[in-house]
């Protein structure tokens, strides 16, 4: 069972670009959140979606946004790429609310 | 505010040693608990959950207590390997009917020979 792909795996982007990420779930789920971790603030969470709908979303600026489409497959958009930007960003996928959320490896994204 | 913190950042233990790493919770009203490992360059790895019905659950080699009156989550490996070694995170989901994790800061085990 494949699990959760994130591509690409590695980003070098320059300040005031912006950069889409792409996750694939596990096959079946149907949640897929993103979380944001960087040494100094740790694994934070982005947003959520399930069933093409965003049903959570954290305190990050409107900068960063998510979609996902009819087959669960996940997408978020950061624009106007900031320095503090950098960071690997996560993808997790789960099948119900409540049940074990598996991340994919992600994607590391360094803004220059 | 939302936060999920770890009583000990770092910790160091002999091979063959039991481990226990500790987590603080804030949320009350969380239902729903994950530890995670992770090792450089990869994403979390699901180790073990509790729903907060519980208050003990057990793995194989891993067993997660779990104690909602002083909101403290603790995670317990029996003779630990150097493959244990890596980050660990408790996560409490505070999504009220959606996936929404809030992670501790972690603490690195290392494993001595």
């Known amino acids: 069972k494949a699990g959760v792909t994130q591509t690409p795996r590695y980003l070098i982007k320059t300040r005031g670009q912006q950069v889409t990420l792409s996750c694939s779930p596990i096959?079946?789920?149907?949640?897929v959140s993103w979380y944001q971790q960087t040494p100094g603030q740790g694994l934070q969470f982005l947003f959520e979606y399930f069933s093409e709908t965003q049903r959570n979303k954290g305190n990050f600026p409107g900068r960063f946004s998510g979609r996902q489409f009819s087959n669960s497959r996940s997408e978020m958009n950061v624009s106007t790429l900031e320095l503090g930007d950098s960071a690997l960003y996560l993808c997790?996928?789960?099948?119900?609310?409540?049940?074990?959320?598996?991340f994919g490896s992600g994607t590391r994204l360094t803004v220059v | 505010g939302e936060s999920v913190g770890l009583h000990l950042p770092t910790l160091s233990v002999q091979e063959g040693d039991n481990s226990i790493i500790n987590c603080a919770y804030s949320?009350?009203?969380?239902?729903?608990f994950i530890w995670y490992k992770q090792e450089s360059g990869k994403g979390p790895q699901f180790i073990i959950d509790?729903?907060?019905?519980?208050d003990k659950r057990q793995g194989q080699r891993v067993t997660v207590l779990l104690n909602k009156t002083v909101k403290h989550l603790s995670l317990q490996i029996a003779a630990t390997q150097p493959g244990d070694s890596a980050v660990y995170f408790c996560a409490e989901n505070i999504g009220e009917g959606a996936q929404k994790l809030v992670f501790g800061q972690g603490t690195r085990l290392t494993i001595n020979p």
């Open positions: 096959s079946g789920h149907r949640s």
């Open positions: 509790i729903r907060s019905n519980m």
């Open positions: 997790a996928s789960s099948p119900l609310v409540g049940v074990g959320y598996t």
């Open positions: 949320n009350s009203a969380s239902d729903y």
